[in-house]
């Protein structure tokens, strides 16, 4: 590993793992950015031999590893929290990679670009999904506010955020399996944290086949559970028919230019 002393890093990549078959190009993701001021925090859950044969080639550039059993991603997040130094902290979990080699140079462009007291403590950007039924790239609005957050959530490999933010609200709830991230976010919200889009191309791509893919009843309960605290009784009947309403013009939207497209063929 490497063991190069350096305090304060500006970013702090953290990657947490249990048997992901698709490992390997996140830590090659990782190691190739053009911009090399970052620590790499890696947590693995105590993974078989063939994932520990894949960590082993790249030990070199990481600066803390640990491979045991843990309670979750979000424990394993939380341990890489407390071992993390650097300025912004990026979760990039097995599985998943920056959009390219030139994400972390783009992003700190981004950040320079911001006066010291105007700095968010978020910035967030545009990822791509990668599923079975095909490529989704999102189209995150400029402005994160409850009713975005009630129908949608910022992806934690697209985002990155101030270290300071997780002394002022906490770390990630590990008693959820798969939503802590979503709480997490609207905790952010809630007590005032600033928000900021970075713009001009997406900054990672997902692996849609992920762990809330998997367990989506569980998501659903574990989202539903984690909105009544958030929002009001008044709030969430509203925002259901707004979301609705939304759903009902897409549709009709979608049906009409595919109408256009035959009578033109």
């Given at each position: 590993?490497?063991?190069?002393?350096?305090?304060?890093?500006?970013?702090?990549?953290?990657?947490?793992?249990?048997?992901?078959?698709?490992?390997?190009?996140?830590?090659?993701?990782?190691?190739?950015?053009?911009?090399?001021?970052?620590?790499?925090?890696?947590?693995?859950?105590?993974?078989?031999?063939?994932?520990?044969?894949?960590?082993?080639?790249?030990?070199?550039?990481?600066?803390?590893?640990?491979?045991?059993?843990?309670?979750?991603?979000?424990?394993?997040?939380?341990?890489?929290?407390?071992?993390?130094?650097?300025?912004?902290?990026?979760?990039?979990?097995?599985g998943d990679r920056f959009y390219d080699s030139d994400i972390l140079k783009f992003v700190v462009g981004k950040i320079n670009e911001v006066k010291m007291d105007d700095k968010p403590d978020i910035f967030y950007g545009d990822d791509i999904s990668k599923k079975e039924n095909g490529i989704f790239v999102s189209d995150l609005p400029c402005c994160i506010d409850k009713y975005f957050m009630y129908k949608a959530t910022l992806r934690h490999q697209a985002s990155f955020i101030v270290a300071s933010?997780?002394?002022?609200?906490?770390?990630?709830?590990?008693?959820?399996?798969?939503?802590?991230?979503?709480?997490?976010?609207?905790?952010?919200?809630?007590?005032?944290?600033?928000?900021?889009?970075?713009?001009?191309?997406?900054?990672?791509?997902?692996?849609?086949?992920?762990?809330?893919?998997?367990?989506?009843?569980?998501?659903?309960?574990?989202?539903?559970?984690?909105?009544?605290?958030?929002?009001?009784?008044?709030?969430?009947?509203?925002?259901?028919?707004?979301?609705?309403?939304?759903?009902?013009?897409?549709?009709?939207?979608?049906?009409?230019?595919?109408?256009?497209?035959?009578?033109?063929?």
């Amino acid at each position: 590993m490497n063991n190069i002393e350096n305090t304060s890093p500006k970013f702090s990549i953290i990657t947490v793992c249990l048997n992901d078959p698709n490992l390997e190009q996140t830590c090659e993701s990782i190691v190739n950015q053009s911009f090399q001021d970052f620590e790499w925090i890696v947590i693995d859950g105590g993974s078989d031999r063939q994932t520990q044969d894949i960590f082993e080639k790249y030990k070199y550039r990481m600066n803390y590893f640990v491979s045991e059993k843990d309670n979750g991603i979000y424990d394993a997040m939380n341990k890489g929290i407390i071992q993390a130094h650097g300025e912004w902290f990026n979760f990039m979990n097995a599985g998943d990679r920056f959009y390219d080699s030139d994400i972390l140079k783009f992003v700190v462009g981004k950040i320079n670009e911001v006066k010291m007291d105007d700095k968010p403590d978020i910035f967030y950007g545009d990822d791509i999904s990668k599923k079975e039924n095909g490529i989704f790239v999102s189209d995150l609005p400029c402005c994160i506010d409850k009713y975005f957050m009630y129908k949608a959530t910022l992806r934690h490999q697209a985002s990155f955020i101030v270290a300071s933010s997780f002394k002022r609200i906490g770390i990630y709830d590990s008693s959820l399996r798969v939503c802590s991230d979503y709480k997490w976010f609207l905790c952010a919200l809630k007590h005032g944290l600033e928000f900021r889009k970075i713009t001009g191309c997406p900054l990672a791509i997902m692996d849609g086949n992920g762990i809330g893919s998997q367990m989506t009843h569980i998501h659903l309960e574990e989202r539903k559970c984690v909105q009544r605290d958030f929002f009001s009784s008044d709030e969430l009947p509203a925002f259901a028919v707004r979301l609705s309403k939304e759903k009902r013009l897409i549709a009709i939207n979608f049906i009409a230019s595919k109408r256009a497209e035959n009578k033109n063929h």
